[in-house]
């Protein structure tokens, strides 16, 4: 069975057991890669895409489709899910709060699997710069503010260099 | 505004990964229904990155699945997962900070207005508490002056008098005289109230010689007024003379008596 994005959103709302079964079926594998990147570890990735699913579920109501397509929604919610963790996770959190790496050190991954798909993969054609700049907005979920002080850059410089970078990653996609 | 620079700004970019703050995200949702325009370049954002990212899976290993749906479809609810989660949000738990940082302000601002309103529920009756203060030693004061007033009347040498009117019969007054210290006391029970320039005097007859007593202060919250004293006296009279006085009587007494 298929659905028109309509129909399952439609039967996501009417809280259809089968609509969900193919939604999880679509998405699982690409929202699983995606927050695999955020939390670098499968094992939390396991337990952070079943919080995603669960609140994809719960809060379908709360999707408005004047706003983005679903799978935008989805991936929001998969990514706050796997920001959430790394940042509940004392380990690494504290390490990541006390200082962001400078350019020269910048981990891009733990493990190499992990950066050859996706924006992930994407972003390495980035310079240097705006990859960090990227890593650290998108896959490690600092704020501009908490990014500026870190590097020690304006706030505004911050917010005009993200933006460069995100208007070359779209140029990168299409 | 310039919609092609807006689109071409990175706002669009932002606002799909969620990397906007809520302010940029309000505006943009605001413009992007006004602007086809936005809306269609963000739409054609979304499905260049939904193509990108869904071209590429990592395998999720079955039992994710069945913990999915026995955890949505089993009848006991699971209270752990109920957060709040939208495209709106934040990035990470800076949400959950606005939150509380929202509703300490809310609770702050609470507090100083309940302690504004104490502080001047408290000054207020602070007030009403003086107030009342004063208007109990004034009570108390005249009470006083009042045991006082009975004290004199019901003293054995004290000789009572009452002074009448000749045809009405409700205009009158009491005199209390102490035999033995010759003091004299005037209690007004009801006189005509007198004209501006006017004033009662009384008077003690002897030998109907009229000895004057002094004049009458009218003033109502006095029972008994303090007279001039008298070492002898056959009746008492009042009359009503110009302000002031006069030396010898000028006209018939209002009241008379005798002792």
């Given at each position: 069975m298929t659905y028109g994005e309509q129909e399952l959103i439609a039967s996501l709302r009417h809280k259809d057991e089968q609509a969900f079964s193919y939604l999880y079926d679509h998405y699982s594998g690409t929202l699983y890669g995606v927050i695999c990147q955020i939390v670098e570890n499968t094992e939390l990735g396991n337990d952070v895409l079943q919080e995603a699913f669960i609140n994809i579920w719960r809060h379908i109501?709360?999707?408005?489709?004047t706003k983005g397509r679903l799978f935008t929604w989805m991936l929001n919610i998969a990514r706050n899910a796997a920001i959430d963790k790394i940042r509940s996770k004392g380990n690494k959190q504290t390490q990541r709060q006390v200082a962001i790496p400078n350019n020269d050190s910048l981990?891009?991954?733990?493990?190499?699997?992990?950066?050859?798909?996706g924006l992930k993969k994407i972003i390495l054609k980035l310079k240097d710069e705006q990859r960090q700049l990227i890593d650290l907005?998108?896959?490690?979920?600092?704020t501009h503010e908490q990014i500026a002080k870190a590097l020690d850059i304006p706030l505004g410089t911050v917010k005009t260099r993200i933006r460069s970078a995100l208007t070359q990653l779209r140029s990168l996609l299409s | 505004m310039n919609i092609k620079e807006y689109i071409s700004s990175g706002i669009i970019e932002s606002y799909v990964l969620g990397l906007a703050t809520q302010q940029e995200s309000q505006e943009f949702e605001k413009l992007s229904a006004q602007y086809p325009e936005i809306a269609a370049a963000r739409n054609e954002f979304e499905l260049a990155l939904e193509q990108e990212l869904t071209s590429s899976t990592v395998t999720v290993s079955g039992h994710i699945k069945q913990n999915i749906v026995q955890k949505i479809f089993?009848?006991?609810?699971?209270?752990?997962?109920?957060r709040e989660v939208s495209?709106?949000?934040?990035?990470?738990s800076n949400f959950i900070w606005k939150w509380l940082v929202a509703a300490s302000f809310i609770l702050l601002v609470g507090t100083a207005f309940w302690a504004v309103n104490t502080s001047r529920n408290a000054k207020r009756l602070e007030k009403e508490r003086v107030a009342l203060l004063q208007q109990l030693s004034r009570t108390e004061s005249e009470l006083n002056a009042m045991k006082q007033e009975a004290a004199i009347m019901q003293k054995p040498d004290v000789k009572m008098a009452s002074m009448n009117n000749a045809s009405n019969p409700m205009v009158y007054a009491t005199i209390y005289w102490?035999?033995?210290?010759?003091d004299v006391y005037l209690m007004v029970n009801n006189l005509p109230k007198p004209a501006s320039d006017k004033q009662y005097q009384l008077w003690a007859l002897l030998d109907n010689k009229p000895i004057d007593l002094g004049m009458i202060e009218?003033?109502?919250?006095?029972?008994?007024y303090r007279m001039k004293n008298v070492q002898q006296a056959e009746a008492f009279a009042i009359t009503l003379e110009?302000?002031?006085?006069?030396?010898?009587?000028?006209?018939?007494?209002?009241v008379l008596s005798k002792l």
């Open positions: 109501d709360s999707y408005d489709e981990p891009l991954s733990v493990s190499p699997r992990l950066d050859d798909f907005s998108y896959f490690q979920g600092f | 089993s009848p006991v609810e699971d209270t752990e997962m109920a495209m709106e949000t934040k990035p990470g102490d035999t033995t210290s010759k009218a003033r109502q919250d006095k029972l008994l110009p302000k002031g006085g006069s030396s010898t009587p000028t006209t018939t007494p209002v």
